[in-house]
């Protein structure tokens, strides 16, 4: 599509491509669109002041591309500079096509001593996990190492929220290392605040299936407080994490929540002593509008409430008995999980 045009008209035409017709877009076919726009404001050769975003920022939006050598996922991003990295005087790694092994680990260790040693961790996609009932098996190790290789569901990284959000405030980061430790193990400080009571994984469809199915616990429960469709605001936000349609931070208004009411309007009961309100509600709202917004988000994830009422969306592998905590430096809670069904063992694996 630009063969022969200069890259400086090729970046603003992807940039209003990327705005103005992304519905359009969603098509493997037209990733190149976003390819050329990243291209386009990382250069220097134009007016525009270049963006420097750190090495994860990149290394997140380029890790579904082939690479012929697997190692080249890291290497070939070493040509652009970055907050932490400056080509051929300051590389963020050192190139070593020998090791192989441990690249990812090496990648990890080299963010662990960045300006936000846990951002890593919104990469971390959710694995696999023994069924109950079945034997004891060893868990997969390193489950708080990302597998850039992966074609995961959607991430709600830190770069995505307010940078006054820091629920680890008062909780440093520090690091443990001495020879009882495992190498597998990430060892650092964290407050555990509650335990998961209820999941429910969301699907195909993360609108209606979910909120038919958590109903009860919605409004029945007294987890948001009375008995009323007041906590639809927060509950529309908390399923798309904020987001428009686009993937987009809400900027302002409230037309989701009429949006969320006309869904519920949908599958609610008419018997239910909230439907009027939820009616109400509803009115100017697209049941639709919302669902292309929370798929965005919660598609293949889980909804879940905790014991002491916190209502989110987490990682598809979250059960009930797991726990919300905060980690000493991070900039979002987590969710962790027993590491095996040994009674005995207290190893906690990182689930997201």
């Not at 991430?155 to 440093?172: F, R």
Request: with cysteine; charged share 20%.
């Amino acid at each position: 599509m630009c063969y022969g045009v200069h890259i400086q008209f090729c970046g603003p035409a992807a940039a209003i491509l990327r705005t103005q017709y992304h519905q359009k877009l969603d098509g493997p076919e037209a990733q190149g669109v976003y390819n050329i726009y990243l291209m386009f404001r990382l250069r220097d050769e134009d007016h525009l002041q270049p963006i420097r975003p750190s090495f994860l920022q990149p290394l997140r939006l380029t890790q579904m591309f082939k690479a012929s050598i697997p190692e080249d996922r890291f290497y070939a991003l070493l040509g652009i500079r970055t907050s932490d990295n400056e080509p051929g005087i300051d590389p963020f790694i050192q190139v070593d096509y020998q090791n192989t092994k441990s690249l990812s680990r090496d990648v990890v260790e080299r963010l662990l001593q960045g300006e936000r040693p846990l951002s890593f961790l919104a990469h971390v996609y959710p694995q696999a996990r023994f069924r109950r009932g079945q034997n004891w098996h060893k868990p997969r190790i390193y489950s708080w190492l990302p597998d850039w290789s992966c074609d995961g569901p959607s991430l709600i990284g830190p770069w995505d929220l307010d940078t006054v959000l820091l629920p680890a405030k008062g909780l440093p980061f520090k690091r443990y290392k001495d020879p009882t430790i495992p190498k597998s193990d990430l060892a650092i400080d964290g407050i555990i605040f509650s335990t998961v009571l209820w999941a429910s994984p969301v699907d195909q469809d993360p609108s209606a299936t979910a909120c038919t199915e958590a109903s009860p616990f919605f409004f029945n429960l007294g987890i948001f407080g009375e008995r009323s469709a007041a906590a639809l605001p927060m509950i529309s936000r908390t399923l798309r994490a904020r987001r428009d349609s686009y993937g987009m931070l809400e900027t302002g208004g409230n037309i989701f929540t009429a949006h969320f009411a006309d869904l519920l309007s949908q599958v609610a009961s008419p018997e239910s002593p909230l439907f009027n309100e939820i009616v109400q509600l509803a009115v100017g709202g697209s049941g639709s509008s919302f669902h292309d917004a929370a798929k965005v988000v919660s598609a293949d994830w889980s909804m879940f409430f905790t014991i002491k009422g916190h209502f989110g969306i987490g990682p598809s592998s979250i059960e009930v008995g797991d726990y919300s905590a905060i980690l000493g430096g991070g900039h979002l809670p987590v969710i962790i999980g027993a590491a095996t069904r040994d009674p005995q063992a207290d190893d906690q694996r990182f689930e997201g």
